[in-house]
């Protein structure tokens, strides 16, 4: 064949390439500062011990089929009936993961006629699932409250009289800033609008038991909240949380939800134990918090800012710079990686630190080194 078909996709490849931007897995290795384990939950003997229970108990590894087929199983039932407890909804949906739960609300909840208001930020698997969807979409300045009442009140004004929809982050992945949640409720309530919080990197961390940062907010009738089980919970999965007739919906007409293979009851179990673990046992996001407070303190001394997160970005700016110097640091033995663009807006390529209990105060230091030696030389 002369002309190969993947002709373009070569072309697009070698253009990333050419960019520093081209992508590709690499094992892990080094001390962890990159994941999102972090309660360091994900290899804990804890969760091994639920796993080895679960398996006594003979839960299926896999479901056999959609949720509305056989692969319905006790214990995804007695998951999501736990999680409304836990997060104070009246009822919860469990997905596969975090991109298939967002992609399903998005794609489904929000009717023809409404309008989304996203924050600029917010996650890539919401964009996709408001590409499937049916409503007006406009993006808002990031965590600027006064910009998503302005961009409602422009669309009352035009005569419309669909729902509004808010939808935002409350700790951003790459950023590691919270947003004005309180704020945001206030406008949704003046604007009668559904607030949808992804609280990805905050389930676990944040809030009494581990509810998050959109913990004071419920019980609310126009509140939906989605809960990662891969990050901090050290699982798989997502939990959708909110007003029952919000699951009811996405079972009858959630196209991603419908059609997917339900997730391993193995894993729902496994899920429901994280949960547990988190709840009596606030002392893990207690050291959390104080490792936190120990980077920040040694990051300060490289002029590095504080995001009041977990998640501490380090803006480098140039591509090539940044994956220099997180090569430095893998060399050492610190497993950090460079953030380009796309996934970061151009010119603000960078380091993303993630503090975890996979390390402790010793590894910070060293890291805090490392890091200081890389930037002056790269």
Not at 54 to 83: K, T, V, W, Y
Request: some cysteine; hydrophobic content about 45%.
């Amino acid at each position: 064949m002369t002309n190969s078909p993947f002709a373009a996709h070569r072309a697009d490849l070698e253009a990333l390439a050419v960019e520093n931007r081209r992508r590709a897995l690499v094992p892990r290795a080094g001390l962890d500062f990159a994941s999102n384990d972090y309660l360091a939950l994900a290899g804990s003997y804890a969760l091994g011990e639920a796993l080895a229970t679960g398996l006594q108990r003979g839960l299926p590894a896999g479901s056999g089929g959609s949720r509305l087929l056989r692969g319905n199983h006790d214990e995804h039932e007695a998951l999501e009936a736990h999680a409304a407890r836990h997060y104070g909804s009246e009822a919860a949906l469990f997905f596969p993961t975090g991109f298939a739960a967002n992609a399903a609300l998005f794609a489904t909840l929000p009717q023809r006629g409404d309008l989304i208001v996203h924050d600029e930020l917010i996650h890539a698997s919401a964009h996709d699932g408001m590409k499937l969807g049916r409503a007006e979409c406009t993006a808002a300045a990031h965590n600027d409250a006064q910009a998503f009442d302005d961009a409602i009140l422009r669309w009352r004004a035009a005569g419309a009289t669909g729902t509004p929809w808010i939808a935002v982050e409350s700790l951003y992945s790459m950023d590691g800033d919270c947003a004005p949640l309180a704020d945001l409720a206030a406008v949704a309530d003046r604007h009668d609008a559904i607030l949808v919080i992804d609280e990805a990197h905050a389930t676990g961390v944040y809030g009494p038991a581990g509810q998050g940062l959109a913990h004071a907010l419920a019980p609310r009738d126009n509140l939906i909240t989605l809960h990662t089980c891969g990050k901090a919970l050290g699982c798989e999965g997502a939990l959708l949380c909110g007003p029952r007739i919000v699951r009811d919906f996405l079972i009858n007409r959630g196209r991603p939800f419908i059609f997917s293979t339900a997730p391993s009851p193995l894993m729902a179990w496994l899920v429901r134990q994280a949960l547990e673990i988190v709840a009596n046992e606030p002392e893990r996001a207690a050291r959390l918090h104080t490792l936190v407070r120990h980077a920040e303190a040694r990051l300060a001394k490289l002029g590095v800012s504080a995001s009041g997160s977990q998640i501490i970005p380090i803006v480098i700016g140039d591509n090539e710079r940044t994956m220099r110097i997180a090569s430095a640091l893998q060399a050492d033995g610190f497993d950090i990686r460079g953030i380009r663009p796309p996934t970061v807006p151009h010119g603000t390529a960078r380091l993303r630190l993630a503090i975890t209990l996979n390390v402790g105060e010793r590894e910070i230091d060293a890291m805090t080194e490392s890091l200081s030696a890389a930037m002056a030389t790269a």
